[in-house]
T-cell receptor, first 113, second 115 residues
Framework: QQQVKQSPQSLIVQKGGISIINCAYE??????FPWYQQFPGKGPALLIA?????SEKKEGRFTISFNKSAKQFSLHIMDSQPGDSATYFC????????????FGTGTKLQVIP | NAGVTQTPKFQVLKTGQSMTLQCAQD?????MYWYRQDPGMGLRLIYY???????DKGEVPNGYNVSRLNKREFSLRLESAAPSQTSVYFC??????????????FGEGSRLTVL
């Protein structure tokens, strides 16, 4: 079963525009929500993460918005650049004795000049 | 600083053949994981090892076995490969606990094709 639903599957944005990727989760026990960025031929790498007691976290051009009541969170990439072209995965984590990470299905972002 | 190293990077197998994917990390992490990545499916956990000496099944363990050889190394074995196991396999590691909760460190992947 898919516990973290991610959309859209693919996204094309013009340079300078805003890229928005959305995720929704089901399990209210998740307590950490990271986003991973993956370039072709490479493994995913942590981009930014948020805890559910925070509604927004910003790091440079990347912002996570978190809506606990709706069980949704999103990644916003401001001033999107061609170098941002990658696949983005949201994830949700149950912490504790073992960090079980549930990933979304991924969004392939293409930023065109 | 190598991080997580996977071998081989590419492999072609025939149905029924066996092979082992190797993974080593040099970050002194306790936990290690094997994921497979398929188009439209995201990353699915095959097996994990929360600490040296322990392993457990993830979401899609059928057809695979693992060995946590020591703290650094975690191998994934396909005993009798099937075309459905054609995928990109990623090994990852993480601190068991600590300020970096949630950060998985991934290798560059092993691309496996089963004919």
């Amino acid at each position: 079963q898919q516990q973290v639903k991610q959309s859209p599957q693919s996204l094309i944005v013009q340079k300078g525009g805003i890229s928005i990727i959305n995720c929704a989760y089901e399990n209210t026990a998740f307590d950490y929500f990271p986003w991973y960025q993956q370039f072709p031929g490479k493994g995913p790498a942590l981009l930014i993460a948020i805890r559910p007691d925070v509604s927004e976290k910003k790091e440079g051009r990347f912002t996570i918005s978190f809506n606990k009541s709706a069980k949704q969170f999103s990644l916003h990439i401001m001033d999107s650049q061609p170098g941002d072209s990658a696949t983005y995965f949201c994830a949700a984590i149950l912490s504790g004795g073992y960090q079980k990470v549930t990933f979304g299905t991924g969004t392939k972002l293409q930023v065109i000049p | 600083n190598a991080g997580v190293t996977q071998t081989p990077k590419f492999q072609v197998l025939k149905t029924g053949q066996s092979m082992t994917l190797q993974c080593a990390q040099d970050m002194n992490h306790n936990s290690m994981y094997w994921y497979r990545q398929d188009p439209g499916m995201g990353l699915r956990l095959i097996y994990y090892s929360a600490s040296e000496g322990t392993t457990d099944k993830g979401e899609v363990p059928n057809g695979y076995n693992v060995s946590r050889l020591n703290k650094r190394e975690f191998s994934l074995r396909l005993e009798s490969a099937a075309p459905s196991q054609t995928s990109v396999y990623f090994c990852a590691s993480s601190h068991h606990r600590g300020p970096n909760t949630g950060e998985l460190f991934f290798g560059e992947g092993s691309r496996l094709t089963v004919l």
